[in-house]
């Protein structure tokens, strides 16, 4: 693959996912784009790098699954988690009204470990829910990954990683070396495709947004479109969850630091005010 | 520091145990069976002890039963590292006092997981 073709994959991945691959990147393209290539009857990735703007849908979704990093697992960095149990399901509670639905949407869901572990907690705290449901909206850009959250069937690797046995014991079900999440889990979770690039008004106003380790992959004019997008989504007084190494600075200013703690926000005030007034 | 106390009888597990966890900046000590293991107990309590099911002279989970009746083995976390991977063992090591449960086979980053999970890290 030449420095052109490195180019025209680059550029595809940028238009369509945000994305952005740079030379460093070009192991991960040919480690990733090879059975691609194989699968569509493309004799090379370089074939395959010329023949994407006239490529079917199929294939720019394949290549798309591919270039996205589905990397996560239950419970991932804790402090996200920590953070849902002590300061926002609490805020929530005390701030809606009996009878209402909390609404929460997992921006990039991959796999589903993060939206599933999210209603686990939900259902270690139900009793403090008092007649609230709650309503998880899980999305990603990559139907492989989605389909996989959806089948929610995990190996015996998966649920060892950040999952505490007392909730595997209680949320699972062993088939063969494989554990599959409790429907009464997977019930709780609402997977759909969603490209963070593509205006999202669609999923509707939500009172938390998990939007973790998405961000970094994005180049800053993507960066702030998203946050842009996640602001006009976000209630305003509700949350807004990235991830560790991910941060607002420089990007955007429709959202403020949430009680001092690190990878949490809120939309700012002034943000706030105008879409209420509007 | 803390401290860990390896229970298994395959010097393998022990050794590749025995490099995640000092690097984790544990002090480790070894057993080879769940008799050993309980008499090193006796001498001295470990922070955490990370036991193995089938062992002989004495098993994991009956070594398990013997600390957690014993003055002053309430303490130390036990996370069990068995081939025994079905839900009645799991179940079974739960009753019996464990705090968590590593499947076999196991890397770092669910040593590491398991180990945080118990508030050792």
Request: glycine share 6%; net charge negative.
């Amino acid at each position: 693959m030449n420095e052109h073709e490195m180019k025209l994959i680059s550029d595809f991945a940028l238009k369509q996912s945000g994305i952005v691959l740079n030379e460093s990147k070009a192991y991960l393209i040919e480690s990733r784009l090879g059975s691609i290539a194989e699968k569509h009857r493309f004799n090379s990735i370089a074939a395959l790098a010329r023949g994407l703007a006239t490529a079917s849908m199929d294939l720019q979704r394949d290549v798309i699954d591919a270039l996205t990093t589905n990397e996560t697992f239950f419970f991932r960095d804790k402090t996200p988690f920590n953070l849902f149990e002590e300061v926002i399901l609490p805020t929530l509670i005390s701030t809606r009204p009996p009878g209402s639905r909390i609404r929460i949407w997992c921006a990039a869901t991959s796999t589903g470990q993060e939206p599933y572990s999210l209603a686990m907690l939900v259902l270690k705290h139900k009793h403090l829910l008092a007649g609230r449901s709650v309503d998880i909206l899980a999305t990603d850009i990559s139907a492989s990954a989605l389909e996989r959250a959806r089948e929610g069937l995990y190996s015996q690797f998966e649920v060892q990683r950040g999952l505490p046995v007392q909730m595997l014991m209680e949320h699972f079900v062993q088939e063969g070396s494989n554990w599959r999440i409790s429907r009464q889990v997977r019930d709780m979770v609402r997977f759909s495709e969603l490209n963070l690039m593509t205006p999202f008004p669609q999923v509707g106003v939500q009172d938390v947004v998990y939007c973790r380790n998405v961000l970094i992959y994005f180049n800053n004019e993507s960066k702030r479109k998203v946050l842009d997008g996640l602001a006009a989504v976000t209630k305003p007084d509700g949350y807004l969850v990235l991830g560790a190494a991910e941060t607002m600075i420089g990007h955007t200013e429709k959202f403020m630091r949430a009680d001092g703690q690190r990878g949490l926000y809120q939309p700012a005030p002034r943000e706030s005010a105008l879409r209420l007034r509007a | 520091m803390q401290s860990c106390l390896i229970v298994d009888d395959s010097s393998v597990v022990r050794k590749v145990a025995r490099r995640i966890l000092e690097d984790m900046d544990m002090v480790i000590d070894e057993a080879e069976d769940g008799q050993e293991a309980f008499e090193k107990c006796q001498a001295e309590m470990p922070d955490v002890i990370l036991l193995d099911w089938n062992m002989p002279v004495m098993s994991g989970l009956e070594f398990l039963k013997r600390l957690r009746a014993y003055d002053g083995g309430q303490k130390p976390k036990v996370v069990f590292c068995t081939t025994e991977n079905d839900v009645g063992h799991i179940a079974m090591a739960m009753k019996a006092g464990a705090n968590e449960y590593i499947m076999k086979p196991f890397d770092r980053e669910i040593v590491e997981s398991k180990f945080q999970e118990v508030g050792l890290s």
